[in-house]
């Protein structure tokens, strides 16, 4: 890929293109984009794919259509996008079980590095550990004696194997050395409605979900994901202060399929960094909790390796896979 220097735009890469790629891309875009995101409505991969395609919408003047093609982890709407046709008008926003779920399921229809063209590591996100408010846990200290004494009766809400929650769950499992048993609903959104009902008693979720619980005192944070603490969060603690070296950061990437024209990812990568970049856009991700990235396409590459080799040991670790 073409690097895109600072100050000259989009022209000069373009230019240096060849005729053929250009001629697919002068009238780009021409029609709707569906833009699939492999969850339910509600998670954050969701709120994501809401903000970034009404922004897309605005700079490309056409309309961004989202797509909630969700089931077997984010498996399906994935490979929707991997087999949809290279022409920029069907775009995947997605997150961690992207890279999880080669190693979740015995096969997966796909292939991270080589079905996909990297557009933009948009923004990630910690999320929090909260409780329902029966649960006599008012810090991650209590929460570990509590699971440590009473081993098998606290469980976790996961959005399907290998999805954030799970893997975050049993990261802290595997550190904390607890045994949080989990119970896999069919999304993010779904597995937290089941903590505010008691149904289960511990929640992993995103801030931007998890806030006006906690405000409204329907959930008690423990602690955030990240190893500081979150500005959205300023006064909860780190889990890492408790348990030393847990992170867990979520985060949301923008991809088209395979054999995509490079200048349609060089325009998309264009308009969403711009977007990202500017604050009032920025605020929009900042006030539910998500740190703004922004990236290009090649660094976007880069984390999907090394996202790779780091879950991978914790899932083997774990002994983690689907039935």
């Not at 053929?20 to 002068?26: C, E, H, I, P, W």
């Not at 399906?76 to 008008?89: F, M, Q």
């Not at 969060?233 to 985060?251: K, M, S």
């Amino acid at each position: 890929m073409k690097k895109i220097i600072p100050g000259l735009g989009l022209l000069a890469v373009v230019m240096a293109l060849p005729g053929s790629v250009l001629a697919q891309t002068d009238n780009y875009p021409g029609k709707p984009i569906r833009l699939v995101t492999p969850f339910p409505p509600g998670g954050s991969v969701d709120i994501v794919a809401r903000l970034v395609g009404a922004r897309l919408s605005q700079v490309l003047g056409q309309q961004v259509i989202i797509d909630n093609r969700s089931g077997a982890s984010g498996v399906i709407g994935t490979e929707v996008v991997a087999r949809a046709a290279p022409d920029g008008y069907t775009l995947l926003i997605n997150t961690l079980p992207f890279v999880t779920n080669g190693f979740m399921f015995k096969h997966v229809p796909y292939d991270v590095l080589t079905d996909f063209a990297p557009i933009s590591l948009l923004s990630s996100s910690p999320s929090v550990l909260a409780v329902h408010p029966s649960v006599p846990a008012h810090s991650v200290r209590d929460l570990i004696q509590i699971a440590k004494s009473r081993p098998g009766t606290l469980n976790y809400g996961g959005s399907g194997v290998g999805t954030n929650p799970h893997i975050a769950g049993e990261l802290f499992n595997l550190l904390a050395k607890v045994n949080l048993v989990v119970v896999q609903f069919k999304g993010g959104g779904p597995a937290l409605v089941a903590t505010l009902s008691g149904e289960i008693t511990v929640a992993i979720s995103g801030i931007s979900e998890t806030i006006p619980y906690v405000e409204a005192k329907r959930l008690r944070a423990l602690g955030v994901t990240s190893l500081k603490r979150s500005p959205a969060f300023p006064d909860l603690p780190a889990i890492a202060e408790t348990v030393p070296g847990y992170e867990f950061i979520t985060w949301h990437g923008l991809l088209a399929p395979r054999g995509t024209p490079q200048a349609i990812v060089t325009l998309l990568n264009q308009k969403v960094t711009q977007s990202l970049r500017d604050p009032e856009f920025a605020r929009q991700f900042q006030q539910k909790g998500f740190d703004v990235i922004a990236s290009t396409p090649d660094q976007f590459a880069a984390h999907l390796k090394s996202e790779l080799a780091k879950w991978g040991r914790v899932i083997k670790e774990r002994g983690m896979h689907a039935d």
